[in-house]
């Protein structure tokens, strides 16, 4: 049973930087591994990034590679997206996720939150 609540999102210009926040109810966070999912209208959910339960292994799609940095804070059952060099492109509501097995396959994740709108204009 895990509850997870997205924040952070916004309206920001191309090249801006925006830092996403997942807080994560429960005893149970740092047993999970953690994803951040993005949907544009019209398109499939796509994977962002990955943190396994301890912190030690990411993975990133090409697409936010360099730009995007996850990372997840145990203690404060939080985990984190920040997003630099913004482009349009990167416009999608963004959703955190969790599963037992760290993977960045969209259908292997078991919890999701409702998501944050981000928005790039240039």
């Known amino acids: 049973q895990v509850h997870l609540v997205e924040s952070g999102g916004g309206l920001v210009q191309a090249g801006g930087s925006l830092r996403l926040s997942c807080a994560v109810s429960?005893?149970?966070?740092?047993?999970?591994?953690m994803g951040w999912f993005r949907q544009a209208p019209g398109k499939e959910r796509e994977f962002v990034a990955a943190?396994?339960?301890?912190?030690?292994?990411?993975y990133y799609a090409d697409s936010v590679k360099g730009r995007f940095t996850i990372s997840r804070d145990n203690a404060k059952n939080t985990v984190y997206l920040q997003m630099n060099s913004l482009k349009p492109e990167d416009t999608a509501v963004y959703y955190c996720?969790?599963?037992?097995?760290?993977?960045?396959?969209?259908?292997?994740?078991?919890?999701w939150g409702q998501g944050t709108q981000v928005t790039v204009s240039s």
């Open positions: 429960g005893r149970t966070f740092s047993n999970y591994a």
């Open positions: 943190i396994s339960w301890s912190g030690g292994s990411t």
């Open positions: 996720a969790a599963t037992k097995f760290y993977t960045k396959v969209v259908g292997e994740y078991e919890y």
